[in-house]
């Protein structure tokens, strides 16, 4: 049973990378797409990936803890 799994996982792989690269008439593929677009959606992401850097490092000043236990001193 697990080879019959394993036998549809790659060839569902296959046939998924088949089709994001395959060529459209334009001459283009939905992978090239992709990559075009990538860094505008890193520029975009940036301010909610910085928010969030800020508030697992302890940075941000907002408590989010509904919790009544305090752990910054480590000790409850």
């Not at 060529?23 to 969030?52: C, F, H, N, Q, T």
């Amino acid at each position: 049973m697990s080879l019959l799994k394993y036998l549809i996982v790659g060839a569902a792989a296959a046939a998924g990378y088949n089709y994001i690269t395959k060529r459209r008439p334009d001459g283009g593929s939905i992978a090239e797409d992709l990559k075009a677009k990538a860094p505008e959606w890193m520029e975009k992401a940036r301010p909610y990936v910085d928010k969030i850097k800020d508030q697992v490092s302890g940075k941000s000043h907002t408590n989010t803890n509904t919790g009544s236990q305090d752990f910054s001193t480590g000790m409850n």
